[in-house]
């Protein structure tokens, strides 16, 4: 057989190869499983510690853990503060229900602030014993703090699985010195890297996760993490929060999450979301969501919460996030379970519309966490 007929061969055989691919059925894109569904329970402590009670949909009195994991829960997140004036979610206060938590078989994230109060793109408060420190000293404070929590929560059996270096920190932590100013993010990637390092000395399979509020901007997203990625900062998991009543459109955040995934080649949470069960309030203190249906086709009922639930679910799944975390779902209006960590018993609760559990410590029956 001449080389001409081999040739010949092979042509026809690459045509019809390419005629089969092309009449076969395409196969969709498999969505990802929400492996981490997760609850933000940071206040939990202190309402049970009030004497909350919770009840799953029968009715029946129950551990709000309990409630939670019967719903899909598999993972928590804790805040914690260095010095807050409450006496709650510190490191005491971390360690103890860091215990309550693991033994119920739930994951465990620890979220750093930074600071002796609330973290959030729009303050990022030094803690007081911090006041004075420089980019330097703020370096070695950050290293061993972070490790400091980190191997107390290993030697009392209860390492976490992972870890966010900083809250919401859209422009930085720690400002001003670890605030992004002229998109120089030099001091910003040296406390990053201060606390990714000292997360892994104390324990190497515990997962870095950096957090930001960037759901509702692709170009912001990129902005901050291509800043930190060009400074040479590692972290493991990429962490957005997205409200929508403040964050946008749902096809916003499955562009954020698919383009963060294949962008920096990480997996994708979404380490809060909330939507309201109504428009009422159960105390003194503002709420910090108003009306009746905060994002179109969402009514702040029962069944409008679930959905928005349901929605955030489902699109972060579909972009190919593992997992979505509600924020504060337990924290229901208990008197002395204030949100100001400096006025605990005076404040109160601007969450007791988002909760998924009613005034009186009911559950929403309608939510669920879904794989």
Known sequence: M???????????????????????????????????????????????????????????????????????????????????????????????????????????????????????????????AWASHGIAQLQTDVYNYTYDICTSLKAQGTTPDSVQIGNEINVGMLWNDGKVINNDFTNLSLLLKAGYNATKACNSGTQVIIHTADADSLANARWFYDGIRAKGVPWDITALSYYCMWHGSLSTLSSVITDARTRYGKPVIVAETAYPFTANNADSEPNAINGSAPCSGYPATWAGQASNFTAVQNTARGAGAIGV???????????????????????????????TFNWTGGVNPNLRWTP
């Open 2 to 128: 001449t080389t001409y007929h081999l040739r010949r061969i092979r042509v026809t055989l690459l045509l019809t190869l390419a005629a089969l691919i092309a009449l076969a059925p395409a196969t969709p894109a498999r969505a990802a499983t929400l492996s981490m569904r997760g609850a933000d329970v940071s206040s939990l402590q202190r309402s049970l510690d009030l004497g909350a009670k919770y009840y799953n949909a029968s009715g029946t009195a129950a551990d709000p853990l309990d409630i939670l994991t019967g719903a899909g829960v598999n993972y928590t997140r804790l805040r914690i503060w260095n010095n807050p004036a409450s006496g709650y979610n510190n490191k005491a206060k971390v360690l103890a229900y860091a215990r309550t938590v693991k033994a119920k078989g739930l994951g465990l994230m620890i979220d750093f602030h930074y600071s002796d109060t609330w973290a959030d793109p729009g303050k990022q408060f030094k803690p007081a």
């Open 325 to 355: 975390f509600y924020w504060e779902p337990t924290w229901y209006a208990i008197q002395g379970n204030g949100w100001d960590p400096a006025n605990i018993n005076g404040t109160g609760d601007q969450w007791d519309n988002m909760a």
